[in-house]
């Protein structure tokens, strides 16, 4: 059964850097795009970052560019998410998530993704 379960959220000034982590089991990790996105209170589930299977391929949101960092470490079977000059606005519940049925390109709809973990809050105060 695959399983992902993030780790690393919390509250942070603006300004500050947090650094999430995502591992999984169930299945050979390298072979799948991974992905973040985070949800905020009343708002839909947005796309943040996707990284494909050999980690040299990145995307990610306009809003977070210059801002965030996706890396994977495929011997770990985790996936980061660093997040440098945080902004209130980044405020949400993280989520890493999976898509099984990729391998050459990157999803950024929510829908396209089958697997999700259980999500982190991060919290940004001004």
């Known amino acids: 059964q695959v399983q992902l379960v993030e780790s690393g959220g919390g509250l942070v000034q603006a300004g500050g850097s947090l650094r999430l982590s995502c591992a999984t089991s169930?299945?050979?990790?390298?072979?799948?795009?991974r992905a973040w996105f985070r949800q905020a209170p009343g708002k839909e589930r947005e796309f943040v970052a996707a990284?494909?299977?050999?980690?040299?391929?990145?995307v990610l949101a306009n809003s977070v560019k210059g801002r965030f960092t996706i890396s994977r470490d495929n011997a770990k079977n985790t996936v980061y998410i660093q997040m440098n000059s945080l902004k209130p606005e980044d405020t949400a519940v993280y989520y890493c998530?999976?898509?099984?049925?990729?391998?050459?390109?990157?999803?950024?709809?929510?829908?396209?993704?089958?697997?999700w973990g259980q999500g982190t809050q991060v919290t940004v105060s001004s």
């Open positions: 169930g299945h050979t990790f390298s072979t799948y795009v």
């Open positions: 990284v494909m299977s050999n980690g040299g391929i990145t």
């Open positions: 998530a999976e898509d099984h049925r990729r391998r050459f390109s990157i999803a950024t709809s929510a829908s396209e993704y089958q697997y």
